[in-house]
């Protein structure tokens, strides 16, 4: 069973920035975050494969956020900037899926709130 913690969330005006980290308990080969804004499905934010280069939901997402897996760690962080009013949601670190389709993950975190303010 992986374990998964996650930390960095907090509240942010808009134009700002946070950092988001999940550490497991083991290795996995494939590490993404999703979120869940309120009222709505969770959705995809970014994903990687070990060794590999990421992958992002969308362009606006691809230009404003970074992610970054430490493979000897087995950590991920998810720095986010330029962050928007619309990006107001819980995030979930997860693991032991494939790319962005949630519904391949095994594992997931607690996840951390994002709040971002106009």
């Known amino acids: 069973q992986v374990q998964l913690v996650e930390s960095g969330g907090g509240s942010v005006q808009a134009g700002g920035s946070l950092m988001l980290s999940c550490s497991a308990s083991?290795?996995?080969?494939?590490m993404g975050w999703f979120r869940q804004a309120p009222g709505k499905e969770r959705e995809g934010v970014a994903a990687?494969?070990?060794?590999?280069?990421?992958?992002y939901s969308s362009d606006s997402v691809k230009e404003r956020f970074i992610l970054v897996q430490d493979d000897p760690k087995s950590a991920l962080y998810l720095l986010m900037n330029n962050l928007k009013p619309e990006d107001t949601a819980m995030y979930y670190c997860?693991?032991?899926?494939?790319?962005?389709?949630?519904?391949?993950?095994?594992?997931w975190g607690q996840g951390t709130q994002v709040t971002v303010s106009s």
């Open positions: 083991e290795f996995t080969l494939y």
């Open positions: 990687i494969r070990a060794g590999g280069d990421p992958i």
């Open positions: 997860a693991a032991g899926g494939d790319g962005l389709d949630q519904s391949t993950y095994f594992y």
